[in-house]
């Protein structure tokens, strides 16, 4: 089976390659902004929404795309006609959730005056030759730039993102991925936190795993601390809220808490490789940005990033995973067989130093009874042939390295 996989090398803003790149990002920013403003009119005035088609016709002759170039100027507009059609989707959706959402989703929006934008390759332009990148747009031939990739067949697009103090080249392209098993026998399950970043159960008797979540946790607060300071002498001095020594702090912070999150996934999905897991299932919290606002340890720490990367890899090993909401999970027990539903929720029974409780006096980590509790909710006869065997305290990790 063929999936896409995403590449990503680092370039520095203060390179020439990069004030390059910085100069036609500025460019993809200004015809991203002229064609928004046509969509967006259209919208207000007459309620009727421009597609991507019509739009090209709309600017094709416009300064902002001759500017910028057909190839890199379709690829701008096909991103914001993908935006407004997130957008559609996301009304549609919110009218008959509403309670999904903190409120009506809006317009996309303008892009900052002195911002960037994507800046986008399709295949016709970048090459791919005995394992290197090959730019053939013509402004890029100057700098004969290479790039070590792993794509192995041809290479789909390349992307040029900003990141403040430097720009992402991302390379998207096509590789093979073994097929899942659709029989799911030998499951892991995880339940994801704060303290303990990720805990990790299982249905073959292999004892649990908790990875803590220290070093993720040191680095979020280090770095809203010194981002309210910051903010703070910004305001004083000249009454602005970011700067490039704030930009800066985010990205490194960024960079930092990935690079975290790959170690604990790697390690995760070479364990379910080692012990022939078939399926591994992500317990996933709904209201981790909406009810947690605020809270400098949980609001920032990006958990959708941490998962993405387990899908991939897990993808890549031929590994089934399930994503599924973590309901009434922390509060059932596992000891005594409860279903993890409403009926039996009870967190009376979490008591100090992460224990919980069973019905029958038994102990067990709390953070494994709800893992196992996710497990159970998603394949209700993991364990068919009883609990005895199953793990109850974990294996406690401090800290991961690639």
């Known amino acids: 089976m063929k999936v896409q996989r995403c590449e990503q090398h680092n370039i520095k ?10 100069e036609y990002c500025f460019k993809s920013k200004n015809l991203y902004n002229y064609a928004n403003y046509i969509i967006r009119q259209e919208f207000i005035n007459n309620d009727r929404w421009i597609k991507y088609n019509e739009l090209f016709q709309l600017v094709k002759d416009s300064e902002p795309y001759k500017d910028i170039g057909s190839n890199t100027g379709q690829g701008t507009l096909r991103i914001l006609d993908k935006n407004w059609k997130s957008f559609f989707i996301a009304i549609k959706d919110w009218s008959k959730n509403p309670n999904k959402y903190l409120g009506r989703p809006k317009l996309p929006k303008y ?4 911002g960037r934008f994507v800046l986008s390759l399709d295949s016709n332009k970048v090459k791919l030759v005995d394992g290197w990148v090959h730019f053939a747009w013509k402004p890029f031939k100057k700098f004969n730039h290479q790039f070590r990739t792993n794509a192995k067949e041809r290479i789909i697009q390349c992307r040029f993102i900003p990141r403040g103090s430097h720009y992402v080249m991302e390379i998207v392209y096509e590789m093979e991925v073994p097929e ?3 029989q799911s026998e030998r499951i892991a399950a995880i339940d994801i936190g704060v303290d303990n970043f990720i805990t990790m159960v299982n249905n073959i008797g292999e004892q649990p795993i908790v990875v803590k979540g220290g070093i ?7 770095y809203n601390k010194q981002k309210a300071k910051l903010q703070s002498e ?7 809220d970011w700067s490039k ?5 985010t990205d490194k912070r960024y960079e930092m808490i990935k690079y975290q999150m790959h170690c604990i996934s790697k390690y995760v999905v070479d364990w379910c490789v080692l012990y022939n897991i078939d399926t591994l299932i992500v317990g996933h919290n709904d209201d981790w940005k909406q009810n947690n606002k605020g809270m400098q340890n949980f609001t920032y720490i990006p958990y959708e990033l941490f998962i ?4 991939y890899k897990c993808e890549n090993n031929g590994i089934r995973f399930i994503e599924h909401e973590e309901g009434y999970t922390s509060g059932t027990s596992f000891v005594d067989e409860e279903e993890p539903v409403k009926e039996n929720y009870d967190k009376s029974r979490r008591i100090h130093r992460g224990l919980f409780v069973g019905n029958n006096g038994v102990q067990i980590n709390a953070d494994v009874n709800g893992a196992y509790q996710i497990l159970k909710k998603v394949i209700p006869n993991a364990f068919a042939n009883g609990i005895e065997g199953a793990g109850l305290h974990p294996l406690t990790i ?3 390295v690639a």
């Open 180 to 182: 899942c098993n659709e």
């Open 245 to 249: 020594r704030l930009q800066k702090l």
């Open 398 to 400: 401090k800290k991961l």
């Open 111 to 114: 892009k900052a005056k002195d």
């Open 216 to 222: 993720i946790k040191s680095i979020n607060q280090y």
């Open 308 to 311: 993405q990367m387990l899908a």
């Open 234 to 240: 910004l305001k004083t001095i000249n009454k602005k």
């Open 13 to 22: 803003l203060d390179s020439e390659f990069g004030k390059f790149i910085d």
